[in-house]
Nanobody, 116 residues
Framework: QVQLVESGGGLVQPGGSLRLSCAAS????????IQWYRQAPGKERELVAT????????NYADFVKGRFTISRDNVNNTVYLQMNSLKPEDTAVYYC?????????WGQGTQVTVSS
């Protein structure tokens, strides 16, 4: 059974940090590029960051560059999103997404709330 399970969300003050995790199972994780998306209330889902299957390349949306870092551990089938200098506008449900040659899977999401 394919699963992507996000964790690490929560409430944090502006300027704070959180580290999200996405644990994968049920498929060959190391073949898949992984992306983090987010969706704020009333807004469309947007791409936050991408990491290649071997971790050799990463890309970030302009609104998180310099603040967020995506990484992965292909031994433990986990991808991470380190989020620093968080802003209230980063408040959203964060989802991980795995994609490879037409096969794709979504996690259930984890809520991140940035508020004082």
């Amino acid at each position: 059974q394919v699963q992507l399970v996000e964790s690490g969300g929560g409430l944090v003050q502006p300027g704070g940090s959180l580290r999200l995790s996405c644990a994968a199972s049920g498929f060959t994780f190391s073949r898949y590029a992984i992306q983090w998306y987010r969706q704020a209330p009333g807004k469309e889902r947007e791409l936050v960051a991408t990491i290649a299957s071997n971790g050799a390349s990463t890309n970030y949306a302009d609104f998180v560059k310099g603040r967020f870092t995506i990484s992965r551990d292909n031994v433990n089938n986990t991808v991470y999103l380190q989020m620093n200098s968080l802003k209230p506008e980063d408040t959203a449900v964060y989802y991980c997404y795995a994609t490879y040659r037409g096969f794709d899977y979504w996690g259930q999401g984890t809520q991140v709330t940035v508020s004082s």
